[in-house]
């Protein structure tokens, strides 16, 4: 058989050049452009780094009543479990102390599932916490639950209603219904401006479809309706295709996430503490953990656009822009 060779200068040669080319300069752009918003973001990071984290989330139980096809939840390998209140109370003094501005009473499960919560929250704003919250599904918000947590003095509330309408609502958070989460939500509004309560009820929406629904249903109702994309959780959940400039993960500048049994993980994403870099016990504290050499390190690599480097990070739709 004759082999047909293309001239170095035919049209054809030229042709099948730019489709070589073309897919190595496109990468080329997108890592020299990932380079300079990491190395720019990340390092304005550095500079304003607090000596206390500014968040600081904790995971009281991660215990759930629900298996949403969005949450990896329903594949999580650690086992359930409350946070021990002596644990508890160690962090919240030490946030305390610290000047930490915001604590997140919740991570991966549903916090009205720990029946300690609105003691932590009463607790934490007794200690001199300005800002206590809470996010929640919304299924377990009866009578009896918003007073307590209105009356603990909880600062803000998030109820998910993922899902741009009802029908999506109930294929994407079974066995939840969405009239039972309305309902309770619409309670807890009720019973906030009845007792004169500063508490702010927020709802949020992580959709890909029509957004008109759950607004015409939400924003006459809750303080803020906020709609955010649907994430892959850590690139453990497949999402469509990957974005390909990478961004800092501004959470590792001011978010520390300490799981139920005192680890710390990486972030809110890492699900099964695959990523820990510290523990808080006796010895170690928040502040020692925040600026430990391991943080420092993960840090580095954001900011040098090496996330790649980092499972967690490698392929999260949350580190590209």
């Known amino acids: 058989m004759a082999h047909e060779h293309l ?21 080329a752009r997108a890592s020299m452009l990932s380079r300079a918003v990491c190395g720019l ?30 949450c990896p939840h329903r594949v999580m390998r650690r086992p359930a479990r409350q946070m021990e209140d002596a644990l508890f109370a160690r ?30 929250i009463r607790y934490a704003k007794r200690r001199g916490v300005r800002c206590v919250k809470i996010f929640s ?27 741009g309408t009802r029908d999506e609502f109930q294929r994407l958070r079974p ?7 309305l309902e309770n939500v619409c309670r807890l509004v009720t019973l906030r401006n009845q007792l004169g309560s500063p508490l702010r009820i927020l709802a949020t929406c992580a959709t ?12 006459p109702i809750v303080d803020s309706l906020l709609f955010s994309r649907v994430h892959n959780w850590a690139g453990t959940e497949p999402l469509g295709p990957r974005r ?40 170690t ?20 656009a090496r996330q790649g480097d980092l499972p967690l990070c490698r392929g999260c739709s949350k580190a590209f822009l």
């Open 244 to 283: 390909s400039v990478r961004k800092p993960c501004l959470r590792l500048w001011r978010t520390l996430t300490v799981l139920a049994g005192g680890e710390v993980s990486l972030c809110c994403l890492d699900y099964n503490g695959r990523h820990l870099l510290g523990r808080i016990d006796g010895r």
């Open 175 to 181: 066995p939840l219904e969405f009239d039972r989460v």
């Open 208 to 219: 890909t479809g029509d957004r008109r629904e759950a607004a015409r249903i939400l924003r």
């Open 7 to 27: 001239a170095a200068g035919t049209p054809a040669a030229s042709e099948r050049r730019r489709a070589e080319i073309g897919p190595q300069a496109s990468q």
């Open 41 to 70: 973001v990340g390092g304005s990071m550095d500079l304003a780094l607090r000596r206390f984290p500014s968040v600081v989330r904790i995971e009281t139980t991660n215990a759930c009543n629900a298996r949403c096809a969005i």
């Open 91 to 120: 962090i919240v003094d030490e946030c305390a102390r610290g000047g930490c501005r915001q604590i997140h009473l919740h991570n991966i499960g549903e916090p009205l599932l720990d029946p300690q919560l609105a003691e932590r």
């Open 137 to 163: 599904n919304g299924s377990l918000l009866d009578e009896q639950w918003a007073r307590r947590l209105i009356e603990a003095g909880l600062d803000e509330i998030k109820i998910s209603f993922d899902g």
């Open 285 to 304: 504290t928040l502040e020692a953990v925040w600026h430990s050499p391991a943080y420092a390190e993960v840090r580095r690599r954001h900011v040098e």
